[in-house]
């Protein structure tokens, strides 16, 4: 019976049409051309929260390349 079921939900087109996607899409990659100064190309991550925390309470760890 689950075999039937999902091929009729494979084979309906509307079933196909009215499906939305849970995931989303992959961009496409594109080459970032080489920096022509210092600091004209900037990277930020953030992480956290991380535990332990600092001595000052501090969750958070951001990283600039």
């Given at each position: 019976m689950m075999t039937d079921i999902r091929n009729h939900?494979?084979?309906c087109l509307p079933c196909?049409?009215?499906n939305h996607r849970r995931q989303k899409l992959s961009g496409a990659l594109?080459?970032?051309k080489p920096p022509e100064g210092i600091w004209?190309?900037?990277s930020m991550d953030f992480y956290g929260p991380i535990a332990?925390?600092?001595k000052q309470g501090n969750r958070y760890i951001i990283s600039l390349t």
């Amino acid at each position: 019976m689950m075999t039937d079921i999902r091929n009729h939900l494979n084979s309906c087109l509307p079933c196909a049409q009215n499906n939305h996607r849970r995931q989303k899409l992959s961009g496409a990659l594109k080459p970032i051309k080489p920096p022509e100064g210092i600091w004209k190309l900037l990277s930020m991550d953030f992480y956290g929260p991380i535990a332990p925390t600092s001595k000052q309470g501090n969750r958070y760890i951001i990283s600039l390349t």
